[in-house]
């Protein structure tokens, strides 16, 4: 359990199950420039993930049952990796986003994973500030390389 500071409200911070993806979903959709894939984010395409890395995803939940934050975390056996990761507008600045980030480091820890990468848009400037503050090393020594195999798997950005 986390408590917001300034505010009276409580979450809860757990592994993410396959159950939570409509509130998960419902929460990509408010939050603004958000990328969603067609197949990749459908439920099938969630369950997908969580099957294969079952312990590592995270959700925020608040007392009344709702999503409030999620990450979407896996590795290969190699390196870890984080998607998705998002706080609700409204519950921000609470330390939920920190605590999810922990959360997934731990469980990836105790899968023998020693790196951990994200992809951060350059227009993203709250996510962005986020990973600067908590410590996260933006790296300039590389270049990112995507390779589409599914033509259908298109992204759609929230506005």
Same mark, same amino acid.
């Given at each position: 359990?986390?408590?917001?500071?300034?505010?009276?409200?409580?979450?809860?911070?757990?592994?993410?199950?396959?159950?939570?993806?409509?509130?998960?979903?419902?929460?990509?959709?408010?939050?603004? $420039?958000?990328g969603? !894939?067609?197949?990749?984010?459908?439920?099938?395409? /969630?369950?997908?993930?969580? &099957? +294969? *890395?079952?312990?590592?995803?995270?959700?925020?939940v608040?007392p009344?049952?709702?999503?409030?934050?999620?990450?979407?975390? $896996?590795?290969?056996? !190699?390196?870890?990796?984080?998607?998705?990761?998002? /706080?609700?507008?409204?519950? &921000? +600045? *609470?330390?939920?986003?920190?605590?999810?980030?922990?959360?997934?480091?731990?469980?990836?820890?105790?899968?023998?994973?020693?790196?951990?990468?994200?992809?951060?848009?350059?227009?993203?400037?709250?996510?962005?500030?986020?990973?600067?503050?908590?410590?996260?090393?933006?790296?300039?020594?590389?270049?990112?390389?995507?390779?589409?195999?599914?033509?259908?798997?298109?992204?759609?950005?929230?506005?």
């Amino acid at each position: 359990m986390g408590k917001s500071a300034g505010q009276k409200k409580e979450f809860e911070i757990r592994t993410m199950r396959a159950e939570d993806y409509p509130g998960l979903k419902a929460l990509w959709m408010t939050i603004k $420039g958000f990328g969603i !894939r067609s197949i990749d984010d459908s439920r099938e395409g /969630v369950e997908r993930f969580l &099957r +294969r *890395n079952p312990s590592t995803s995270v959700v925020a939940v608040n007392p009344a049952g709702e999503i409030v934050g999620g990450i979407l975390c $896996g590795h290969d056996g !190699r390196r870890g990796c984080l998607y998705h990761v998002c /706080v609700r507008e409204d519950c &921000r +600045r *609470n330390g939920i986003g920190k605590a999810m980030v922990v959360h997934c480091m731990n469980a990836l820890r105790k899968e023998q994973i020693n790196k951990v990468s994200l992809i951060a848009f350059t227009v993203n400037d709250v996510g962005n500030a986020f990973w600067n503050c908590i410590g996260w090393t933006r790296r300039e020594d590389l270049n990112y390389y995507d390779f589409t195999l599914n033509e259908a798997n298109i992204t759609a950005f929230n506005r």
